[in-house]
């Protein structure tokens, strides 16, 4: 048989199968599909008798003639191709592509994106001590802002705001009622609180064990130790009680290192490594939370002296903004009541 007429009738055998190539088989997918068996991104078809001469799209048979590669490729007639395909397509009669697919319209590995909006006030709450409620809760009034701002909470409308002066997380005091009790006054069986703001376990110390800043630090003095584990097992259970009641997010702020304040206030040295000490297992509790929890470290957010807070424990208002502005950002990157 003369070539022009052999290549008629392959012609003829492939387009009727629907294997051969043509520019419109270029797709924008990332480039051609990569076959077990194939080279460059091209398919491979066993027995394949229809090779297509210099065509952007064509499939290559195991005994084809006059065959090319393909960009975005099909499966030959008749063939199998196994592996990864990137922006690929499957060819007709029985080829058959196993394998994961990512072109440009594959959302594989991209962020989901943030849906922007106002979020009704009602469904954030802070909770915690004198680091929310201070000031005339310029915490909150801060983060408000900053929402208000950015067009993610309605002009005049709050978020839900719970926390008292004094509170620890272990145990209600004269002073103040717990942390955990803060939240449970909310009354969240319902779930319509979807978002925590907050703090705590600072008191437990500057109040509950004192001697952790004024006389020796953990892991040394083991009264310490114990008054920190405590503090972070009950905000490990508390954490776990959002999550049944239905809060997605967890937004949880840590101390800033602290000036030293004589007897009242404590010792600089043991304060920072009652902090240091404490760090990595409140941490521990929000990374391992069964919801989506946020650890914010403010320790080096501002100088640790004596001019950067009111008194020795509590910033200033400007800091507190600043805590305010860094948890602020923190939702903003991971989504959170936006």
């Given at each position: 048989m003369r070539r022009a007429q052999r290549?008629?009738?392959?012609?003829?055998?492939?387009?009727?199968?629907?294997?051969?190539?043509?520019?419109?088989d270029v797709q924008n997918n990332n480039g051609p599909s990569a076959g077990t068996n194939g080279t460059n991104g091209s398919s491979t078809g066993t027995n394949g008798t229809n090779g297509a001469n210099g065509s952007s799209g064509g499939g290559t048979g195991t005994n084809g003639?006059?065959?090319?590669?393909?960009?975005?490729?099909?499966?030959?007639?008749n063939g199998t191709t196994n592996g990864t395909t990137t922006g690929g397509d499957t060819g007709t009669n029985g080829g058959t592509t196993n394998g994961t697919s990512t072109g440009t319209d594959d959302d594989a590995g991209m962020p989901m994106p943030c849906t922007k909006g106002p979020t009704k006030g009602s469904t954030v709450l802070l909770i915690g001590d004198s680091y929310v409620d201070i000031s005339g809760k310029a915490f909150g009034k801060e983060l408000q802002r900053l929402a208000q701002a950015a067009g993610s909470l309605a002009p005049g409308d709050k978020y839900a705001d719970r926390s008292v002066s004094g509170a620890q997380m272990?145990?209600?005091?004269?002073?103040?009622?717990?942390?955990?009790?803060?939240?449970?006054?909310?009354k969240n069986?319902?779930?319509h609180i979807?978002?925590?703001?907050?703090?705590?376990?600072?008191?437990?110390?500057?109040?509950g064990n004192t001697q952790c800043i004024q006389t020796s630090a953990p892991p040394e003095n083991q009264s310490c130790v114990?008054?920190?584990?405590?503090?972070?097992?009950?905000?490990?259970?508390?954490?776990?009680?959002?999550?049944?009641?239905?809060?997605?997010?967890?937004?949880?702020?840590?101390?800033?290192?602290?000036?030293?304040?004589?007897?009242?206030f404590g010792n600089k040295d043991l304060e920072k490594k009652t902090l240091d000490y404490a760090f990595p297992l409140v941490k521990e509790a929000c990374d391992t939370a069964p919801l989506n929890c946020m650890f914010v470290d403010t320790r080096g957010l501002f100088p640790d002296t004596a001019d950067q807070f009111q008194d020795g424990i509590h910033p200033t208002v400007p800091n507190i903004n600043k805590?305010?502005?860094k948890v602020w950002?923190?939702?903003?990157?991971?989504?959170?009541?936006?």
């Open positions: 290549l008629g009738l392959i012609w003829a055998m492939c387009a009727a199968v629907g294997a051969c190539s043509t520019d419109s003639t006059n065959s090319s590669s393909s960009t975005g490729g099909d499966t030959g007639a272990v145990g209600d005091t004269l002073l103040a009622a717990a942390v955990p009790t803060q939240y449970s006054n909310e069986s319902d779930g979807t978002t925590v703001v907050m703090d705590g376990g600072g008191n437990d110390i500057l109040i114990t008054t920190i584990n405590n503090a972070a097992s009950t905000a490990k259970t508390l954490l776990e009680k959002m999550a049944s009641e239905g809060v997605e997010n967890v937004v949880y702020f840590f101390y800033p290192n602290l000036p030293g304040g004589g007897v009242i805590i305010a502005g950002q923190t939702m903003v990157d991971n989504c959170i009541a936006q």
